[in-house]
């Protein structure tokens, strides 16, 4: 992926999906450059499309998981913004082609603090 495409702030970001995914035999029976390849024709136009409003982030997790190979964190400042992205990438090889999608979790940071007006815990 390029250094263009930046994780927004967290003050901007009103709600955070972790999407568990795993890589299916096909994608991986693709070459590291046909892989590479496919990301830039497919997965980085769209997010561009839809930046700044929706960011990604990409954890490896297949060393620690077998139910899941990656988790993609996606950052987005408003609901709608992300949905839309979402339909997008469906149109897309990646959703249950080259990767299944196991779970989607969304959630709000520090909603429980947020919703009681108090300051949220900091580690």
Do not use: C
């Not at 830039?40 to 990409?58: G, M, S």
């Not at 400042?77 to 090889?93: C, F, G, K």
């Amino acid at each position: 992926m390029t250094s263009e495409i930046k994780h927004q702030s967290a003050a901007s970001t009103v709600l955070t999906v972790f999407m568990l995914v795993k890589t299916t035999p096909e994608w991986l029976g693709f070459s590291i450059d046909r892989r590479f390849s496919l990301l830039a024709e497919h997965f980085e136009p769209i997010l561009r499309k839809h930046q700044p409003q929706v960011t990604l982030r990409f954890y490896d997790v297949e060393f620690y998981s077998a139910r899941v190979t990656d988790i993609w964190v996606w950052d987005a400042s408003e609901h709608h913004a992300y949905e839309l992205l979402v339909e997008d990438l469906r149109e897309t090889p990646f959703w249950d082609r080259y990767f299944e999608i196991v779970e989607i979790l969304p959630g709000v940071e520090n909603a429980y603090a947020k919703n009681y007006e108090r300051a949220a815990l900091l580690a």
